[in-house]
């Protein structure tokens, strides 16, 4: 079974700086997508990022960019230039590629992210 | 485009009582998701539907939950009865075929 794995359970950074969350995660296939959720408090979980397990090139959204390490097992999301907008939780999640049978997101347990004036 | 629905927003229950929740996905998704989202932790599949078929639904407590998609498009998901450990969010999730999930705002239930 797969597993995704959030070792930091708050995070907090100042407003314009850096922050990096990490996480890492466990499977024995080969084809497999890689997501960064963020869930704002009482709103709705919405797609930060996605990085497919082929792509060796890193996946960058605006402010938003990874660095997957596929030997690693290893997934980091790093912020740039943070807004406090973005402060919320933050999922990782794995999903299988291809085959018959569930797509279902396996998630970490989440991270934290103040973000300071 | 409309998001996906759900409906109640919050729902409080005594224990042992029923409760059904609703979702409306995206027009046009095939695939619809309820995910369980315990305080403190990430959502887990609860059940997975392919138009108005069962695709996974593994870690569904099949003793007390129940799901259906009638005609491929809205879903409900009921608990009977309910327990304690329950209180959670729901999360309705769907997509075209196994492309990205677009997330519902889920249901608040707590079970007291």
Redesign the interface.
């Known amino acids: 079974a797969q597993t995704?794995t959030q070792s930091q359970p708050e995070m907090s950074v100042q407003e314009a700086e850096t922050v990096t969350l990490s996480c890492t995660y466990d499977t024995s296939e080969s084809d497999y997508y890689l997501f960064w959720y963020k869930q704002p408090p009482s709103?709705?979980?919405?797609?930060v990022i996605?990085q497919e397990a082929y792509k060796q090139q890193n996946a960058t959204e605006n402010r938003f960019s990874v660095n997957f390490q596929k030997a690693a097992k290893s997934f980091s999301l790093k912020i740039s230039d943070s807004q406090l907008g973005d402060a919320a939780m933050y999922?990782c999640?794995y999903r299988r590629g291809s085959g018959a049978?569930?797509?279902?997101?396996t998630?970490?347990?989440?991270t934290k992210l103040s973000v300071i004036p | 485009e409309a998001g996906v629905a759900q409906s109640p927003r919050y729902k409080i229950i005594e224990k042992r009582q029923s409760v059904a929740f609703w979702c409306n996905p995206i027009s046009g998704h095939a695939t619809l998701y309820w995910y369980q989202q315990i305080l403190g932790q990430g959502p887990k599949l609860l059940i997975q539907f392919q138009n108005n078929g069962v695709v996974d639904d593994s870690q569904l407590p099949k003793d007390r939950f129940s799901a259906e998609r009638l005609k491929g498009v809205d879903s409900t998901l009921k608990i009977q009865p309910a327990k304690l450990e329950d209180s959670a969010v729901y999360l309705c999730a769907s997509s075209l075929m196994y492309n990205e999930q677009f997330f519902g705002p889920g249901t608040r239930l707590t079970v007291l």
């Open positions: 995704v709103r709705q979980m919405i797609l996605r999922f999640a049978g569930s797509y279902q997101l998630f970490g347990k989440g």
